[in-house]
């Protein structure tokens, strides 16, 4: 069967894995916001370590009113913006459609399948470095993997096939038995990086350097795998070790959330520290390193919010 997708949030991600999938010859409908008169005309630019492509014509539409309903729907826009998605997603899915959440941190596909209970819901962890360089102009610069897990119990059938179309159209992914462990897995390394790199203004590679950096990120590390545990996923905590040596190799990189931050665009403060620390507390651990690191990020996005900077959604 061949599937009609929808993507909602043609930034970085949405522009690549929605692009993939386009160039590969799948039926691709793409749902943008300020960028949609360029990409209309100019078509979709993606820059790849993997081989650069333009996407020209593109089935893509500046109101979801106006999109098809799709089979599967991938979710690429900010968590900021997810208190949008019952209203986005109406008119662009029925029963049968699976919502894959391709977005970092916690709790996500607990709030929408809450919110939009006749779908089936997946996660979508992507362990990518791309970026949105200007209008319809993605920069894919390392990685692209991709790991689904199914939340609902619904939606099985349309997740393997997902898996097996982005395979086709040359993204490795794969399927996960248990989603809440990958997103705690993914954590590891967001937790530490993303915040970091905002309330110390610096880079991933900068903050590697300096001892004392490089240690306060192990130990969040450690705290986000105790908190993984507290609440039922065993991850490996040498898994922190890997992490860290991973970083080390990796070119100097500005995690997305230091992206945001930079363009005065609304940080990923609720999905990626609010929920965990939440859900660890409520299963009795307290991460206060992590804690704290929220605390701080919180204190900045009011800042932004003082300054009167327009702080835009998603
Ligand atoms: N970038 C990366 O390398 C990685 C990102 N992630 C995660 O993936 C998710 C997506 O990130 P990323 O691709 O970087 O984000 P981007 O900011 O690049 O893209 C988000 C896109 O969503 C669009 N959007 C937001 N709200 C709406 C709306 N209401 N209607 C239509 N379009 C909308 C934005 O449009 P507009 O231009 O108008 O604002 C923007 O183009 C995040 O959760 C992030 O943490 C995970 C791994 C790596
Ligand atoms: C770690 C990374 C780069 C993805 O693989 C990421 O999730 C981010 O920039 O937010």
């Known amino acids: 069967m061949k599937l009609k997708y929808g993507v909602v949030g043609t930034g970085a991600l949405g522009g690549f894995y929605g692009g993939k999938l386009a160039k590969a010859g799948h039926d691709v409908h793409f749902l943008l916001r300020s960028d949609f ?11 790849s370590v993997d081989g650069d492509f333009l996407l020209q014509p593109i089935a893509c539409y500046n109101s979801a009113q106006d999109m098809p309903v799709c089979d599967v729907v991938l979710v690429c826009m900010k968590t900021t913006g997810n208190h949008l998605l019952p209203e986005l997603l109406d008119p662009i899915i029925d029963e049968q459609s699976l919502v894959i959440l391709v977005q970092n941190g916690l709790g996500i596909e607990e709030r929408l399948a809450q919110e939009v209970p006749h779908a089936s819901v997946a996660g979508g962890i992507a362990f990518i470095c791309a970026h949105k360089v200007g209008p319809g102009h993605v920069s ?6 991709l790991i689904l897990g199914l939340h609902t119990s619904t939606g099985n059938e349309l997740l393997q096939q997902c898996q097996q179309d982005f395979e086709q159209a040359g993204v490795p992914a794969q399927l996960a038995e248990n989603l809440g462990y990958i997103r705690w897995q993914k954590l590891v390394w967001n937790v530490p990086f993303n915040g970091l790199a905002v309330v110390l203004n610096t880079t991933t590679d900068q903050l590697m350097k300096q001892k004392e950096t490089r240690e306060l990120a192990h130990e969040m590390m450690h705290e986000v795998i105790f908190g993984a545990k507290n609440c039922g996923y065993d991850l490996d905590p040498d898994f922190a070790d890997k992490m860290i040596r991973t970083t080390e190799k990796m070119t100097p990189y500005a995690p997305s959330m230091k992206l945001d931050f930079d363009n005065r665009r609304a940080m990923e403060i609720e999905s990626i520290y609010t929920s965990p620390v939440q859900a660890a507390r409520q299963a009795g651990f307290e991460m206060k390193k992590v804690a704290m ?5 919180r204190f900045i996005a009011s800042q932004m919010e003082n300054w009167k900077i327009r702080v835009s959604e998603g």
């Open 37 to 47: 008169e360029h990409v209309k005309e100019q078509g979709l630019k993606v820059d």
């Open 140 to 145: 894919h610069l390392d990685l692209g993997r």
């Open 293 to 297: 690191l929220e605390s701080q990020l």
